[in-house]
């Protein structure tokens, strides 16, 4: 599937002008607020008229100003998840997923409904109604109404804003499960960059109107004025790991991270549960030797595979069977010389890592 957008639309004293297109598993929208986000997704959509342009998938338009096409938002075939559920409060969860069912396009796009609820986990909730929903349970009935309206293109507007990082955490390991076993495209907004790091094949950044910058999660970082959106919320790395197992004796949990293991302080679901591990970026020690000695519990060995440098700080993108970044200082990438390609050992303490 390949969504195309070329479009323009003033609101105000705002005006959006946008050109992109997105073939990816998974690609993010990011900005700061007010940067068109949303208005994006809304014209994508057919929520509101661009005014200009045009927006096609797959070259069949959806929008376009020159041949006067406008299909309503429900010929569009795109689902779109809002901030709030926004869920029929009068329907029971069973009856909010099935809405927009239609039994001929199931074998078309290998979408069951017992599978969406079971990746959803939303089985015990189908006799309820909204109002009994936690905000999170809500997002997620959300996602399995629009899955099974076999959409060919899924749009999700910032939904674990409102949401804590445990239940943020659990809601992005079911968008990663979505992703990975449904295969619907899935366009995603946030201005979150730890949802980007855990979730995204490609990044798309707007600012007031306008796309900055199209690529990998690792290009963000060699835009400077791209640097700023990013340092206000600060680099974190969240990991989806599974438990391997837990020794009340040394009080560790360990957790598999490729072919290495991550120690945290014990706790946590059972073995074989997966859980989020969440690091700050410059919580991690780079050295060129395996350090002896020490008492963090986790050195672990990586590949650098790409770096950025923004003023006095760089930012290390390291595959250690799982992709992670480390920020360090320009006088310790200079000091130890450190090159793409090569492999070096990742210190991190136990208790600077949080487990959701």
Not at 74 to 87: H, T
Not at 174 to 201: C, G, Q, W
Request: hydrophobic share 40%.
């Amino acid at each position: 599937m390949k969504l195309s957008v070329d479009i323009r639309r003033r609101a105000g004293t705002f005006y959006l002008d946008v050109a992109f297109s997105i073939e990816k598993p998974l690609t993010a929208i990011f900005g700061p607020s007010g940067s068109g986000k949303t208005t994006i997704l809304n014209c994508i959509t057919g929520v509101v008229e661009p005014g200009d342009g045009e927006v096609s998938i797959d070259g069949k338009p959806l929008y376009s100003s020159k041949d006067r096409i406008n299909l309503p938002p429900e010929d569009r075939s795109i689902g779109y998840v809002f901030q709030e559920g926004l869920l029929f409060p009068h329907l029971t969860v069973e009856k909010n997923i099935f809405y927009g069912f239609r039994q001929e396009d199931e074998a078309r796009c290998h979408i069951v409904p017992q599978a969406v609820i079971d990746v959803l986990e939303i089985q015990n909730l189908l006799g309820k109604r909204p109002s009994r929903l936690s905000g999170g349970e809500q997002q997620r009935v959300a996602i399995a109404r629009a899955l099974l309206s076999h959409p060919r293109l899924l749009i999700f507007d910032e939904p674990v804003s409102a949401l804590d990082w445990g239940l943020k955490s659990r809601f992005l390991g079911y968008l990663r499960r979505i992703k990975e076993e449904f295969r619907v495209p899935i366009l995603y907004v946030t201005h979150a960059l730890s949802e980007i790091m855990n979730l995204a094949d490609e990044v798309i950044v707007v600012k007031d109107g306008g796309v900055l910058v199209t690529g990998g999660v690792s290009s963000l970082f060699h835009y400077p004025d791209i640097f700023p959106m990013i340092e206000s919320e600060g680099l974190e790395n969240v990991l989806t790991l599974k438990v391997l197992s837990h020794n009340r004796e040394r009080g560790v949990t360990e957790l598999g991270l490729g072919r290495q293991r991550l120690v945290v302080p014990l706790g946590g679901p059972e073995s074989g549960s997966r859980v989020s591990a969440i690091v700050r970026a410059q919580d991690i020690i780079v050295s060129r030797e395996r350090p002896t000695g020490l008492s963090a519990r986790n050195i672990l060995k990586g590949v650098v595979e790409d770096i950025s440098v923004v003023g006095s700080k760089a930012v290390l993108f390291v595959d250690l069977g799982e992709h992670i970044i480390v920020e360090i200082t320009l006088e310790s990438l200079k000091e130890l010389e450190i090159d793409t390609g090569e492999t070096y050992f990742f210190i991190i303490k136990s208790n600077s890592i949080r487990v959701c």
